[in-house]
């Protein structure tokens, strides 16, 4: 009994079923694996900004002792200019102690911008932490719809699967090793519909030759592709 292209359409169409759901199967480990890294990045956008504002206050604090140490050092100034034996002398340490002066007053203009985008860095830590709660609940969320459609999928390929052996066991014996050998390089692109003269896979005029057979419904390879051509529905 030849092979009819009833039966090569109906295994052609479960032939893509089952490619297309093994495609989307495939696709949830990558799925998953979105959902972890949008989930790292606002945690690290978290633990960056927490950085930012220690090390800021580390600057501050570096900063201001810095200016305490030169108050007590104008201040030791002050002393000995009190106690100068000439003017000279006095002189020098009362620039000493205008330069000191100007210096801490550059410091506590920086100290004050420190300060300030350490404010800001806490607003924005605020804003960071309320989003990373809910990229952490968007997060669950998409791991479980994707956890439950794999589990769909499985059982969608588990069914396909059995169609197709169902159906592979109504092909004709001469024509098994064929079909197992262009099953087994080419899946389900093996096959194509005749798109009205041109083969659907590949899209070439087919000669009125292969026409004709192919309205006979008998399967002919296409003349151009090597795919198994059959009518559509
Ligand atoms: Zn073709």
Redo the contacts with the bound molecule.
Sequence with gaps: MPVTDAIVRRLHEILIRVADIKNQINRGPKQLQLAQTQLQAAKDAVSQCKDSIKQKRLEADRKQLQQREREAKIYEWQGKMNAATNNREYQTIKEQIAADTQANSVLSDEIFEILEASDAAHTLLGELEAKLVVVQADTANAEARIHERMTVLRGDLERAEGELRATEAEIPPDFIDTYQRMVESRGEEAM?PLDDKS?G??N?TLPPRLLDQLRLGNPIP?S??G?LLYRPE
């Design positions: 194509a083969c896979g590949c070439t296409c151009s592709c795919r």
